[in-house]
């Protein structure tokens, strides 16, 4: 179960009387993103559901034009929980700016208010406090264990790595005489 309202990021769907259509886009292609997109955050970003068509549309809007391709979109933003919530920041924090009969920022709004009313931001920043918290109790562990002698609890044995082969002695450099012309003369090379 999920800390937030999935339900209400995708309910009640998006349709065309939502929307305004611009010059290369319906409001029912409006629809589909916002639905899309929508139903994408709601499933924890779900690889499966990341499309060319999700990425082509996504990374003309709130702000996201300067990534290349949508692994590196993906790389950027869904791997880790970090990246999520950097990602709804970023959402979250866009200011919706144009026309909606030149630009999507009706459709930017509509999902703005969807991810407000969801909860989904505090529940991802709750989500990665208790990921720091436990990284950091683990490494205190480590470090009680290695400065105060108190065993870790559940420690896995240690093992020391082989050593590396101490490298080969050189001899000790020769000097190399040159046989260098008289000043003032000239040599072919």
Same mark, same amino acid.
């Given at each position: 179960? *999920?800390?937030?309202? #999935? ?6 769907? %998006?349709?065309?009387?939502? %929307?305004?259509?611009?010059? !290369?886009?319906?409001? #029912?292609?409006? /629809? !589909? %993103? ?5 139903? %994408? &955050? ?7 559901? !990341? =499309?060319?068509?999700?990425? @082509? *549309? ?6 996201? &034009? ?7 979109? !993906? ?15 970023? =959402? ?16 930017? @709004? #509509? &999902?703005?208010?969807?991810? @407000?009313?969801?909860? &989904?931001?505090? /529940? ?16 205190? #562990? ?11 609890? /559940? /420690? ?18 020769? *000097? ?14």
């Amino acid at each position: 179960m *999920r800390p937030w309202d #999935a339900k209400a990021l995708v309910r009640p769907l %998006f349709v065309e009387a939502d %929307f305004t259509p611009t010059k !290369w886009d319906t409001a #029912a292609d409006k /629809a !589909w %993103f916002a639905n899309a997109l929508c139903k %994408f &955050i709601a499933a924890d970003f779900a690889r499966t559901l !990341w =499309t060319k068509r999700l990425y @082509r *549309r996504l990374s003309q809007c709130y702000g996201h &034009i300067a990534h290349y391709s949508d692994a590196g979109f !993906w790389g950027v933003f869904f791997n880790d929980t970090q990246g999520k919530l950097d990602f709804l920041d970023e =959402t979250m924090s866009h200011r919706c700016h144009g026309d909606p009969t030149y630009t999507y920022c009706d459709v930017e @709004r #509509a &999902i703005q208010a969807r991810l @407000r009313r969801s909860g &989904i931001v505090p /529940a991802y920043q709750a989500l990665r406090l208790a990921e720091i918290e436990a990284a950091e109790r683990a490494a205190l #562990a480590r470090l009680r264990a290695k400065y105060e002698g108190a065993p870790p609890p /559940a /420690a896995a044995p240690h093992h020391q790595p082989p050593s590396l082969p101490s490298p080969p002695s050189l001899p000790p450099p020769q *000097r190399v005489q040159r046989n260098d012309p008289p000043p003032g003369q000239a040599t072919l090379l």
